[in-house]
T-cell receptor, first 109, second 116 residues
Framework: RKEVEQDPGPFNVPEGATVAFNCTYS??????FFWYRQDCRKEPKLLMS???SGNEDGRFTAQLNRASQYISLLIRDSKLSDSATYLC??????????FGTGTQLKVEL | NAGVMQNPRHLVRRRGQEARLRCSPM?????VYWYRQLPEEGLKFMVY????????ESGMPKERFSAEFPKEGPSILRIQQVVRGDSAAYFC??????????????FGQGTRLTVV
């Protein structure tokens, strides 16, 4: 089983839709969780950290479920500019940050 | 406060040559990570360094690849005797403390290595 797994998509959604991605991890000792966004041929950009209590930043909400070992990202009121690949990243003990392969989102008119 | 700086942005090498990729972390960051991304693939961890120390090199190929982060100057990822399969985007990230403690890691724009 991969250390970090994501559905590659693509998720094609209309503008204004709500979309959610999940990311599962195998190491129950994982300590830190993040969502990144990567545009084509660009560097990953940190979107938000994920905390046990959940956190929200504008239209974006991240949740952590330790019991089921997954994190989620919810995007409300999708914009065309949200089209990108969304990467989850997890530290599974130590400081090595392991990335999922990413979920591609395409927001359409 | 400048972000993570990588250079060169693009590097072309002939098979058998050496490639040197440089990364200057964000000001105040002493933790550096190198990742490789092949076309249409995810980010693969290569190595994690702190000043003058390699902390985790579990993702580094056993041969031809080396990394350093000297007391002064940028971190260097060195690839000797490059082969076509080394063609990829190489990203560097830095954090103020280790990411295991929830410290956020920020990425540079990457170096795109093409081996011809």
């Amino acid at each position: 089983r991969k250390e970090v797994e994501q559905d590659p998509g693509p998720f094609n959604v209309p503008e204004g839709a709500t979309v959610a991605f999940n990311c599962t991890y195998s190491n129950s000792a994982s300590q830190s969780f993040f969502w990144y966004r990567q545009d084509c041929r660009k560097e990953p950009k940190l979107l938000m950290s994920v905390y046990s209590s959940g956190n929200e930043d504008g239209r974006f909400t991240a949740q952590l479920n330790r019991a089921s070992q997954y994190i989620s990202l919810l995007i409300r009121d999708s914009k065309l500019s949200d089209s990108a690949t969304y990467l989850c990243a997890i530290t599974g003990g130590g400081n090595k940050l392991t990335f999922g392969t990413g979920t591609q989102l395409k927001v359409e008119l | 406060n400048a972000g993570v700086m990588q250079n060169p942005r693009h590097l072309v090498r002939r098979r058998g040559q050496e490639a040197r990729l440089r990364c200057s972390p964000m000001k105040g960051h002493s933790h550096v990570y190198w990742y490789r991304q092949l076309p249409e693939e995810g980010l693969k961890f290569m190595v994690y360094l702190q000043k003058e120390n390699i902390i985790d090199e579990s993702g580094m190929p056993k041969e031809r690849f080396s990394a350093e982060f000297p007391k002064e100057g940028p971190s260097i990822l060195r690839i000797q005797q490059v082969v076509r399969g080394d063609s990829a985007a190489y990203f560097c990230a830095s954090s103020i403390t280790g990411t295991g403690g929830n410290a956020e890691a920020f990425f540079g724009q990457g170096t795109r290595l093409t081996v011809v």
